[in-house]
């Protein structure tokens, strides 16, 4: 599971790892709310993948520091989502807009760039699209054009994993709540 988000979100270094639900927005070094939502795109193979966050801004978060904000990441190439973001210097150059945040409830969107190497990184691979819901139980999926890769929901009562292959078949299944588990693994195409 961890292999499969990771290999999909590996560009944005987003905390798919722990699949936690508390994802810190920080701008400046200061939390101003909670990604609540993500959603990455690559409309065809090696192009430039395309991501929306969704943040639900705190009651005390200052919105006036975003209205005119072009976020970069803190450390630049060197992207850690944890790290937070920082609004670039005006005609700072270098950036490429590879995504947008938007913070709620007020709508606000704000464009994310990005430097080459983070660029470079979002356009391998092939077309996928890939949703993850973090507002109530855990719920994370991914497709391809040959459909659905991953899918994924986690709450306190317990989780499901379904991994599939390239040709749709269901290599790993797993259900998981109180009283125990399940696992099935497909090995019958492993070489």
């Given at each position: 599971m961890r292999a499969a988000l990771t290999r999909v979100t590996r560009p944005l270094h987003v905390a798919t790892a722990e699949l936690q639900a508390d994802i810190p927005f920080v701008l400046e070094g200061q939390r101003l709310g909670t990604v609540n939502h993500m959603s990455i795109r690559r409309p065809a193979d090696q192009d430039l993948a395309h991501f929306t966050f969704t943040v639900a801004l705190d009651s005390d978060a200052d919105l006036s520091q975003l209205n005119a904000c072009n976020l970069v990441p803190v450390r630049g190439d060197?992207?850690?989502?944890?790290?937070g973001f920082r609004c670039a210097a005006k005609g700072e150059r270098g950036w490429q807009e590879v995504g947008?945040?938007?913070f709620q409830p007020s709508g606000l969107e704000r464009p994310v760039l990005a430097g080459s190497k983070v660029v470079a990184q979002l356009r391998k691979g092939d077309r996928f699209s890939a949703d993850a819901d973090f507002?109530?139980?855990?719920?994370?999926?991914?497709?391809?054009?040959?459909?659905?890769l991953l899918h994924l929901k986690a709450?306190?009562?317990?989780a499901f994993l379904l991994v599939n292959g390239?040709?749709?078949?269901?290599?790993?299944?797993?259900?998981?709540?109180k009283n125990g588990f399940s696992l099935t693994v497909d090995t019958t195409g492993a070489h």
């Open positions: 060197d992207f850690e989502f944890e790290d947008s945040m938007v507002t109530g139980p855990v719920r994370v999926s991914a497709k391809s054009d040959k459909g659905e709450d306190s009562n317990g390239k040709d749709g078949r269901a290599v790993v299944r797993l259900q998981a709540d």
